[in-house]
């Protein structure tokens, strides 16, 4: 099937966080789905912001979607519902209206599970239940709604460090090839299908130095400005917008943030 109108909804993965280019762009899976659907008359939007919600998705990316008209819509997300603290009923919740919304105006609907980080994150076990939750919330939505199931919450490179970035949280350049590779699998578009091969070897193990450096770049600042914005009543994202938040060709890059 061919599309032409394609918006991807999201968090800091959709913006493509991790996955930077050499001019300063983040680039990402959605941007890497986009090349390959190109073709005259092809336009993308691309609506994710960092730090968001599903609930917050909802209110602030799924009005701007239906006003472009798409005829494709991709959601990622749930991740920052998880590390919230939000409640596995909440989730559920929170997953069925998102999707149930966007599959009332979009043909074409495609939402992700997530994989299992929670070995990577400190006291990650206290996340497990919640990434369960919402994946049987995404399965169930996608099948009570119509919408394409990516399920990627099995698959095995998960536990390759290779596919994320210096946070063991967000995915490396790989790990949004990979995911890519998985949407368009889903989706019956031939692309590369390198883009899920797994890689040679296996990565090095990480070393106690470099589990202590982790701590002190990754989770220390983290935790600190998250327990600073909870302070002051700023939120994950806020002050960010959508790097492409109209839909037009592909060729046309958003302006270097910042």
């Excluded at 919408?147 to 698959?155: H, K, S």
């Amino acid at each position: 099937m061919t599309y032409q109108r394609f918006v991807a909804l999201g968090d800091s993965c959709t913006e493509g966080l991790d996955d930077l280019l050499p001019d300063g762009r983040y680039r990402g899976w959605a941007d890497r789905v986009a090349s390959v659907l190109d073709a005259p008359g092809f336009r993308y939007a691309n609506l994710g912001v960092r730090g968001r919600r599903l609930d917050q998705m909802l209110v602030e990316q799924v009005p701007s979607a239906a006003a472009l008209e798409p005829d494709l819509v991709v959601i990622f997300g749930g991740g920052n519902d998880v590390m919230s603290g939000a409640s596995s009923a909440v989730i559920a919740r929170r997953v069925d209206e998102l999707v149930r919304a966007v599959t009332s105006f979009a043909p074409t609907v495609a939402v992700f599970t997530l994989s299992d980080i929670s070995h990577r994150m400190p006291f990650g076990w206290r996340l497990r239940p919640r990434i369960t939750a919402l994946n049987d919330a995404v399965r169930l939505a996608a099948s009570r709604y119509g919408a394409v199931l990516v399920d990627v919450a099995d698959d095995e490179c998960v536990h390759d460090s290779r596919y994320f970035g210096p946070d063991r949280l967000h995915l490396s350049s790989l790990g949004h090839r990979r995911l890519a590779g998985h949407l368009l699998s889903a989706l019956e578009i031939p692309f590369d299908a390198s883009w899920l091969t797994p890689l040679e070897g296996s990565a090095a193990p990480a070393s106690v130095a470099d589990h202590l450096r982790w701590l002190r770049d990754q989770v220390l600042p983290v935790a600190y400005s998250r327990s600073r914005n909870r302070l002051i009543g700023r939120q994950p994202g806020d002050g960010f917008r959508p790097k492409r938040p109209e839909l037009a060709p592909l060729s046309l890059r958003p302006p270097v943030a910042g």
